[in-house]
């Protein structure tokens, strides 16, 4: 069964660094597409970031130049490296890949409870 397992998460001030990690397994990591998402307190579900095999690196321009995606195909896992975290950061974080989405839906709701990341002087 497919599994992607976020964790990480903690509270940091602002201006402080966090990486999370997401633990693959029931599917190819190593050529599947990988995407963090995340829900804000006003609960929209936006992207954060996007892996595309042979394709677009996407980083959203809020987190531009503060956020990097990296994966370890070795070990199956995707990180999030965040960095100058502010508190428009503050939201529980999400793994995705496409076949999640097709199972599961496409909301951040539909994926379970992600990992928590506040960012609060």
């Known amino acids: 069964e497919i599994q992607l397992v976020p964790s990480g998460g903690g509270s940091v001030q602002p201006g402080g660094s966090l990486t999370l990690s997401c633990t693959a397994s029931?599917?190819?990591?190593?050529?599947?597409?990988m995407a963090w998402y995340r829900q804000v307190p006003t609960n929209e579900c936006e992207l954060v970031a996007s892996n595309i095999r042979g394709g677009t690196n996407y980083i959203r321009d809020s987190v531009k130049g503060r956020f990097t995606i990296l994966e370890d195909n070795n070990k199956n896992t995707m990180y999030l490296q965040m960095n100058n975290l502010k508190p428009e950061d503050t939201a529980v974080y999400f793994c995705?890949?496409?076949?999640?989405?097709?199972?599961?839906?496409?909301?951040?709701?539909?994926w379970g409870q992600g990992t928590q990341v506040t960012v609060s002087s």
């Open positions: 029931g599917f190819t990591f190593d050529d599947s597409d």
């Open positions: 995705v890949t496409p076949r999640l989405m097709q199972i599961r839906g496409s909301k951040c709701s539909d």
